[in-house]
Structure formats: structure tokens, C-alpha cells
């Protein structure tokens, strides 16, 4: 739990920084008027999702590709909370970062199987060597 809430610490920060960066930069406009009080809950729920995610990603017991599922689906609602603590001025339709994060989610997922099968590979290797090694011992 103590881990939980050091990387919380530290999403949140991120998170807030570039949350009102943006919204700095939307008031450029005279006609826009965005209130704090959805940035901050907004920034919470976004850190709590995000800090969530990055553990069930990071979780190295289950299946790897159901923790991947998982964590997107942890991510999900963020699109949600953008567009409640923005209104339509930051994009107006909600499926265009889905989009992005489709693409982003299938990017990472080709890692991920790239990586267990790379790690499939080593451990028959290693398994091999000790195979031979232990017939090696016996004669």
C-alpha cells in the first residue's frame, strides 16, 4: 500500500502539472472558461486509474495478456474524465482518443508478446543447458 501511494504521489504530480498546462493554454482564448474544481477531482480520478493501471500492468503472476486487457479497461473512463473537465473544447468527440489509445494498446501488446515469446526462447535454452549439464554430472 505504501508503494501504491508513492507512485500515486507521483502520477498525480505529472498528472496536475499537465492537466493545467492544458487548460493554460485553452483560456488563451477570452471566450473559454474552464473552473478548477473539475481539473482537480478530474486529475485525482485520472491518477488513480493511471496509478492502478501501472500496477496491474507490472504484475508478474496471471496471465500477461489478461493483465494487459485489465489495465486498459482500468483506463478506460480517462477519455470520460478529459472531456467532463474540459467540455468540448479539447476535443469534440470522445472516439478519437479511444483511437489513440487503440493504437497505442496494440503497439503495446506486440511488445508484451514479443517479449514473452523472447523469454519463452532463453528459458527452453536455459532449461537445456541444465538438462545437459546434470547428464554431464551423472557420467
Known amino acids: 500500500m505504501k508503494l501504491f501511494f508513492k507512485k500515486f504521489s507521483i502520477v ?5 502539472i499537465s492537466i493545467y498546462l492544458l487548460a493554460l493554454g485553452l483560456m488563451r482564448r477570452p471566450d473559454i472558461v474552464i473552473p478548477v474544481r473539475p481539473l482537480f477531482w478530474g486529475g ?3 491518477s488513480l486509474s493511471i496509478t492502478l493501471a501501472m500496477t496491474v500492468f507490472k504484475k ?3 496471465n500477461g495478456v489478461f493483465n494487459v486487457i485489465l489495465g486498459y479497461l482500468i483506463m478506460a473512463p480517462i ?3 478529459l472531456r467532463w473537465m474540459y467540455g468540448t473544447y479539447l ?4 472516439f478519437a482518443i479511444y483511437i489513440l489509445g487503440l493504437i497505442y494498446a496494440i503497439g503495446y501488446s506486440l511488445v508484451i508478446l514479443y ?3 523472447r523469454n519463452k526462447k532463453t528459458e527452453d ?3 537445456e543447458m ?3 549439464n546434470q547428464a554431464e554430472k551423472e557420467k
Open 12 to 16: 498525480f504530480t505529472i498528472t496536475s
Open 44 to 46: 485525482i480520478f485520472i
Open 60 to 62: 508478474t503472476w496471471g
Open 79 to 81: 477519455p470520460l474524465f
Open 91 to 94: 476535443f469534440r468527440r470522445s
Open 115 to 117: 517479449a514473452s515469446l
Open 125 to 127: 535454452h536455459l532449461n
Open 130 to 132: 541444465l538438462k545437459s
